[in-house]
Structure formats: structure tokens, C-alpha cells
């Protein structure tokens, strides 16, 4: 979550607050400010190194899970470093220890214990992550000021997505399929261990792109699961959220968010893939279950039966085993002569938080929790029910940015 570029809710932003981000497995999260960075765990919560800059902030903060190595670009009213520059930054050595110039400027930077990818205005570059990135592959896309891409974690898959050169369109690479690398150990910062990088490779690569017309409006979110086996996206519209198969390039699902415009900053899978979270600028969150989309059926008023069904929101299967599915409307039977709008399927799970303002939310390991970031410096958790889903209970609720220095808990 860039918070460098204002929006219409950004007037309930913590002052300072650049940037906001989880690491890949979800264990901890990222902060640019305008005087440095800091890292925080998720569960629980708590700040775990902080580094306070005189001299300027910090507007990307990229982890690589828990170890040692940070991708940083300079950022906000008087940027640390040059916003056309990478640094890799050692946290064990307390230093640079690798700066990647660019003629224009970065917009994201994501990591993967071999690879480095750096997002520009209309180009997505791959490196080797070595002490001397040698780049691998350049792909054009469409205008990309919000830096989407998205990079799966899992070591034995490496997939690459990201804007099309059309609008609302998305391109796929396997980067395993094109060049084998070594990977880098996991080293955490907070532990002692000795700095890794890995080897790069010699091989020249080539890329096969597969490529998706996911909307007809520009990308807005763009994300993947662990292994890249999926992807899911938003447009700015921001109403309906598209998970695709990105081998086969097939819509799997389609969810409705609602009805009204929103900026949808954050949409993430659970562990096995089976749900995916979203949260927006409007401080709302929807669960949406994959697994269930098609095997469960809800009804929406009345008591006993389809005329006269359980209460609104909750699910009724029609096998004990069938996962349980997402809200629909009462009028879906009519698909095929009313607007789409009425075979939607929305939200398995919901809730909103104390504030309109943008967040970015997660979920916490094999747990029915869902954690929130919000852009006010607020940290929550709510907890859902896996059978009947509906409004989820606010379990906590923190504020990750303190005013006093004396609040560091590290």
C-alpha cells in the first residue's frame, strides 16, 4: 500500500506513513516514513527494528520473508535516496550493500531469494538476486504508475504477473521455465546467521507470456498466491474481484465487492488457496470462499425452505462435506433473463473497520483471523465463522505508530 499518492480518504492518514506492506508468508509487516523504516510481527504484534534517518524517508519497504535483506527506494518531501534507485539494504550489516540506478523512477521493487524484480513506469525488469543483479528479462507493459505486480514466493515455483500492454489486461511468465537459478538461504535479521546471496546464472533466458483480458477498465489490484498457481484481480472500479488460473488462464471465480466505486488496495489468499480477503479505501474487508462458490447455497429471507429459507447471509449446503459458499442473491435462479448483477456472488464473511481509509489485510496462518493495516497507523484482527461466515467479530485493535519514541517495543 503506496500512500505517497494522496486519495479521497487520505485525510485519515497517520502523518509520516509512506508505505505498508506484508512480507511474503504474512508474519510481518513493512513501514516507509518520512524518517526511516520499521518492521513489525504480526502475531502478535510488535515492532521488531526500526531505523531512523535524518536526512530523508523511505516510500518502499520490501521484505524477503524474515531475512536480513530489504529492497528500499527514497521516498516522500525529502526522499533518502534518489526515487530511481534500489537499494538493497543488509540489516545484520547496517548498510547498503547493493544500489541499482534506473532513468526513471521505481514504482514497486518485490523479492524472491533468487530473483529481484523492479517495476517502472511502463516496464517490469528481472535480476539475479546477487551483489552484482544481472538482469534477465525486460517486459513492456501499459502505463503502471501504481507498480503492480505480483511474484509467487514458493521456491519451486516462480511465477511473474503483471499489467498487459492493453488496459485491464494481465501478463503471466514462469520464471522457472526459462532460466534455473540458485536459491539464497533464509537468514532472519533478528536472529544471528552470516548474509547470504545466491549465484547468478550465466543461461541467456526467454519468456513464453500468456496473457488474460481480465477487465474492461484499468488494473487497480493484482495478486497471486503462494505458488502462483492463481491470481486474482481488481479494475478501478473496483466492484468485481477476478481469480484466474494462471495456467490455463481460466476464470475460475468472480466475486462482487459491492456496488458503489471503491479502491480495492489489498486482495489476499489464505494458505491452501480456498479464500481470498480484500480490503479497500472505504475500511471494508469481504471473504470470499473459492472453494464454495459453487457447491452451497444461500437464501435471503423468509424461514425453512427456498420460500421460506434460514436467515439472511446464512449458508445451507447441500452435501456435509461441501465447503460453505458465498452470499447470492434470492433472484440468481433468474440469471439468464435479469442483469448480471443478480448472479454475482458476494462475500462469504465481512466487517468493517473504526475509520474510511484505506488497508491492506492478510490472513493469519490456518486461523479463521484476518489482520488489518490501515492507513490511520491502526492494527486489527477479526475472527470469522468457517461454516455460517457473515459480519466477523473484532477480536483486537492496536495502533502499530506511536507519537512517542518512548513506546518502541523491540
Given at each position: 500500500?503506496?500512500?505517497?499518492?494522496?486519495?479521497?480518504?487520505s485525510?485519515?492518514?497517520?502523518?509520516?506513513?509512506?508505505?505498508?506492506?506484508?512480507?511474503?508468508?504474512?508474519?510481518?509487516?513493512?513501514?516507509?516514513?518520512?524518517?526511516?523504516f520499521?518492521?513489525y510481527?504480526?502475531?502478535?504484534?510488535?515492532?521488531?527494528?526500526?531505523?531512523?534517518?535524518?536526512?530523508?524517508?523511505?516510500?518502499?519497504?520490501?521484505?524477503?520473508?524474515?531475512?536480513?535483506?530489504?529492497?528500499?527506494?527514497?521516498?516522500?518531501?525529502?526522499?533518502?535516496?534518489?526515487?530511481?534507485?534500489?537499494?538493497?539494504?543488509?540489516?545484520?550489516?547496517?548498510?547498503?550493500?547493493?544500489?541499482?540506478?534506473?532513468?526513471?523512477?521505481?514504482?514497486a521493487?518485490?523479492?524472491?531469494?533468487?530473483?529481484?524484480?523492479v517495476?517502472?513506469?511502463?516496464?517490469?525488469?528481472?535480476?539475479?538476486f546477487?551483489?552484482?543483479?544481472?538482469?534477465?528479462?525486460?517486459?513492456?507493459?501499459?502505463?503502471?504508475?501504481?507498480?503492480?505486480?505480483a511474484?509467487?514466493?514458493?521456491?519451486?515455483?516462480?511465477?511473474?504477473?503483471?499489467?498487459g500492454?492493453?488496459?485491464?489486461?494481465?501478463q503471466?511468465?514462469?520464471?522457472?521455465?526459462?532460466v534455473?537459478?540458485?536459491?539464497?538461504?533464509?537468514?532472519?535479521?533478528?536472529?544471528?546467521?552470516?548474509?547470504?546471496?545466491p549465484?547468478?546464472?550465466s543461461?541467456?533466458?526467454?519468456?513464453?507470456?500468456s496473457?488474460?483480458?481480465?477487465?474492461?477498465?484499468?488494473?487497480?489490484?493484482?495478486?497471486?498466491?503462494?505458488?502462483?498457481?492463481?491470481?486474482?484481480?481488481?479494475?478501478?472500479?473496483?466492484?468485481?474481484?477476478r481469480?484466474?488460473?494462471?495456467?490455463?488462464?481460466?476464470?475460475?471465480?468472480?466475486?462482487?465487492?459491492?456496488?458503489d466505486?471503491?479502491?480495492?488496495?489489498?486482495?489476499?489468499?489464505?494458505?491452501?488457496?480456498?479464500?481470498?480477503?480484500?480490503?479497500?479505501?472505504?475500511?471494508?474487508?469481504?471473504?470470499?470462499?473459492?472453494?464454495?462458490?459453487?457447491?452451497?447455497?444461500?437464501?435471503?429471507?423468509?424461514?425453512?425452505?427456498?420460500?421460506?429459507?434460514?436467515?439472511?447471509?446464512?449458508?445451507?449446503?447441500?452435501?456435509?462435506?461441501?465447503?460453505?459458499?458465498?452470499?447470492?442473491s434470492?433472484?440468481?435462479?433468474?440469471?439468464?433473463?435479469?442483469?448480471?448483477?443478480?448472479?454475482?456472488?458476494?462475500?462469504?464473511?465481512?466487517?468493517?473497520?473504526?475509520?474510511d481509509?484505506?488497508?491492506?489485510?492478510?490472513?493469519?496462518?490456518?486461523?479463521?483471523?484476518?489482520?488489518?493495516?490501515?492507513?490511520?497507523?491502526?492494527?486489527?484482527?477479526?475472527?470469522f465463522?468457517?461454516?455460517?461466515?457473515?459480519?466477523?467479530?473484532?477480536?483486537?485493535?492496536?495502533?502499530?505508530?506511536?507519537?512517542?519514541?518512548?513506546?518502541?517495543?523491540?
Amino acid at each position: 500500500m503506496n500512500l505517497s499518492k494522496p486519495s479521497p480518504y487520505s485525510a485519515a492518514d497517520a502523518p509520516g506513513l509512506l508505505y505498508a506492506s506484508f512480507n511474503q508468508d504474512y508474519s510481518c509487516f513493512s513501514c516507509g516514513l518520512e524518517s526511516g523504516f520499521r518492521i513489525y510481527n504480526c502475531d502478535p504484534l510488535k515492532e521488531k527494528m526500526r531505523k531512523e534517518f535524518d536526512d530523508g524517508g523511505i516510500c518502499i519497504v520490501e521484505m524477503l520473508f524474515r531475512c536480513n535483506y530489504l529492497a528500499l527506494v527514497g521516498g516522500g518531501k525529502n526522499p533518502k535516496y534518489p526515487p530511481n534507485k534500489v537499494i538493497i539494504w543488509d540489516d545484520e550489516r547496517n548498510k547498503a550493500v547493493v544500489e541499482m540506478e534506473f532513468r526513471s523512477e521505481v514504482k514497486a521493487v518485490k523479492l524472491r531469494r533468487d530473483k529481484i524484480v523492479v517495476v517502472l513506469a511502463n516496464k517490469v525488469i528481472v535480476y539475479t538476486f546477487s551483489l552484482q543483479p544481472k538482469k534477465l528479462h525486460m517486459f513492456e507493459t501499459i502505463d503502471n504508475d501504481r507498480g503492480l505486480v505480483a511474484l509467487s514466493s514458493s521456491e519451486k515455483h516462480a511465477m511473474l504477473i503483471f499489467p498487459g500492454r492493453q488496459s485491464g489486461h494481465i501478463q503471466i511468465v514462469d520464471l522457472n521455465s526459462v532460466v534455473p537459478t540458485t536459491a539464497v538461504a533464509s537468514s532472519n535479521p533478528f536472529e544471528s546467521s552470516q548474509p547470504r546471496f545466491p549465484m547468478a546464472s550465466s543461461t541467456k533466458p526467454t519468456a513464453n507470456i500468456s496473457i488474460i483480458p481480465a477487465h474492461t477498465s484499468p488494473l487497480f489490484c493484482l495478486v497471486t498466491n503462494v505458488d502462483g498457481s492463481k491470481c486474482a484481480s481488481a479494475s478501478d472500479k473496483g466492484t468485481l474481484i477476478r481469480v484466474f488460473d494462471t495456467g490455463s488462464t481460466k476464470l475460475l471465480h468472480e466475486f462482487r465487492r459491492g456496488v458503489d466505486k471503491a479502491e480495492i488496495y489489498s486482495i489476499a489468499f489464505n494458505s491452501d488457496s480456498s479464500r481470498i480477503c480484500a480490503g479497500s479505501d472505504k475500511g471494508t474487508v469481504h471473504i470470499f470462499n473459492l472453494e464454495g462458490a459453487h457447491g452451497s447455497r444461500v437464501y435471503q429471507g423468509g424461514v425453512g425452505s427456498p420460500t421460506g429459507g434460514p436467515h439472511y447471509g446464512e449458508v445451507t449446503q447441500h452435501h456435509a462435506h461441501t465447503p460453505s459458499g458465498n452470499r447470492q442473491s434470492s433472484f440468481a435462479f433468474m440469471k439468464d433473463l435479469l442483469p448480471k448483477y443478480f448472479s454475482s456472488a458476494w462475500s462469504f464473511a465481512q466487517f468493517k473497520v473504526a475509520a474510511d481509509c484505506r488497508c491492506i489485510c492478510a490472513f493469519v496462518g490456518g486461523r479463521d483471523m484476518v489482520i488489518v493495516i490501515c492507513a490511520d497507523g491502526s492494527f486489527y484482527r477479526f475472527v470469522f465463522d468457517p461454516q455460517k461466515g457473515g459480519e466477523c467479530v473484532r477480536e483486537s485493535y492496536s495502533k502499530f505508530l506511536k507519537e512517542s519514541d518512548d513506546d518502541y517495543l523491540g
